[in-house]
Every structure is written in structure tokens, then in C-alpha cells.
């Protein structure tokens, strides 16, 4: 399920504002700010209600992966991150890592693939992506169909990044039986430039899930 379009060695890097604000940038894109944080946390909450084992795309600050490794009854949380760079900066900040929580250096639209069949009780997806990916309808169609769904234990949830309007997501709104949906405030930096011109509102939690 590898794409074309995701890039091998894109230019990463992570920045800090005097004022504290921490943004990573790929290929001069932002794609995490810590102010996620309380996002992040309930979203871990959310996915992790009953428990079991867990697998994340993305690592980006960790924000989550450490998140969904505390919550209680979590036995494995694994974190595919395809981005070297990444991996160390995380390390790097946070050198004692919980016991249950293995991260992974791939890429996780091929690694998906050697996950056994409802073997995985959440997922959470929530990369950053080029936008040939992030607009490839068919390709996430057969991601969704052959893999997303397939790894997914029966009651297993499936959560990715939030929403700024009230709406399901249409990307994953086909392939569960159940969405539930969260509202919660949120501040962003005055910087924050991938939010539409929203720097402070609503955001919307959406967790999707299968009965069988």
C-alpha cells in the first residue's frame, strides 16, 4: 500500500518560539504544534475506553503515542513513523518511554499489511501527508477496505485528526457502523497556519467503530 507520492528524506525539522511555542515542520509545512496536547490526550481516552492493543501512523511529538501508552488497561501501543528524523527528536525529549508502548521505524501503509487479521483493538491515524496523498480518493478506498478495517478487532475503534466543522468526515464515514463525536474549545498559536483561519473554536473529536 506504499504511495508514490510520500517522500524518502523530506527536509524535517522542529522549531521553538521564545515565547515556547514548538511547531514541526516537514517540507516547510507544519505538521504538529504542541498546543494539540489536550486534543491529543481525550482523543487517547476516547480510543483506548476498553483497552487491549493499540497501533498509531505518525509519531510527530508523541503527543498521543504517550497518551494512549498511559491510559489504563493499554497492554501494546505500537508507533509506525516513517521519518527517522522524527524518531530521534522524540527520543530525544523523552528518553524513558513506558513499557508497553514499541515504536516503529517504517512506513506504515506497507507495514499494515503484516498486521494480523483483528488483531488490533484501535487505531489512530493521523500523519502529516503530502497532498497528492491526502487527495488520493481510491488509494485510501482500498486502505480503508483491505487494511484499516481488515486489522480491526470486532467493537475496535478507529480515530484520526480532528475536525473544525460539524460534520462525520467523509474519508472513514463509510467503512464503520458507529461514529461518535466530541466537541471540545481549543487555542492554537497565532502562527498556526493549517487550521483555515480558525486560530481559536471548536474541534471535533470522531471516533468510528464496527459492532462485528
Known amino acids: 500500500m506504499k504511495h508514490p507520492a510520500q517522500p524518502t528524506a523530506p527536509?524535517?525539522?522542529v522549531r521553538k518560539s521564545e515565547s515556547g511555542e514548538k511547531t514541526l515542520y516537514?517540507?516547510?509545512s507544519q505538521?504538529?504544534?504542541?498546543?494539540?496536547?489536550?486534543?491529543?490526550?481525550?482523543?487517547?481516552?476516547?480510543?483506548?475506553?476498553?483497552?487491549?492493543?493499540?497501533?498509531?501512523?505518525?509519531?510527530?511529538?508523541g503527543l498521543s503515542a504517550l497518551a494512549i501508552a498511559q491510559q489504563p488497561n493499554v497492554k501494546k501501543h505500537t508507533v509506525v513513523e516513517v521519518?527517522?528524523?522524527v524518531v530521534q527528536d522524540f527520543k530525544k525529549s523523552n528518553p524513558d518511554l513506558p513499557d508497553n508502548l514499541e515504536i516503529v521505524r517504517a512506513d506504515f501503509f506497507e507495514y499494515i499489511e503484516s498486521v494480523p487479521t483483528g488483531s488490533i483493538d484501535g487505531i489512530m491515524l493521523d500523519p502529516w501527508l503530502p497532498k497528492d496523498m491526502r487527495d488520493d480518493a481510491d488509494w485510501w478506498d482500498t486502505l480503508m477496505r483491505e487494511q484499516i478495517t481488515r486489522v480491526l478487532a470486532p467493537g475496535g475503534r478507529f480515530?484520526?485528526?480532528?475536525?473544525?466543522?460539524?460534520?462525520?468526515?467523509?474519508?472513514?464515514?463509510?467503512?464503520?457502523?458507529?461514529?461518535?463525536?466530541e466537541r471540545h474549545s481549543y487555542d492554537s498559536y497565532s502562527t498556526t497556519s493549517y487550521l483555515e483561519g480558525r486560530p481559536s473554536g471548536v474541534a471535533y473529536l470522531q471516533s468510528f467503530t464496527n459492532r462485528h
Open 83 to 85: 521519518y527517522d528524523e
Open 159 to 181: 480515530m484520526s485528526f480532528f475536525v473544525t466543522e460539524p460534520k462525520i468526515e467523509p474519508r472513514w464515514e463509510p467503512y464503520f457502523d458507529e461514529v461518535l463525536i
Open 11 to 13: 527536509d524535517i525539522a
Open 31 to 61: 505538521a504538529m504544534q504542541q498546543w494539540e496536547a489536550p486534543l491529543m490526550r481525550r482523543s487517547a481516552e476516547i480510543l483506548c475506553r476498553n483497552g487491549g492493543e493499540f497501533l498509531e501512523c505518525g509519531l510527530g511529538f
Open 26 to 28: 516537514i517540507d516547510g
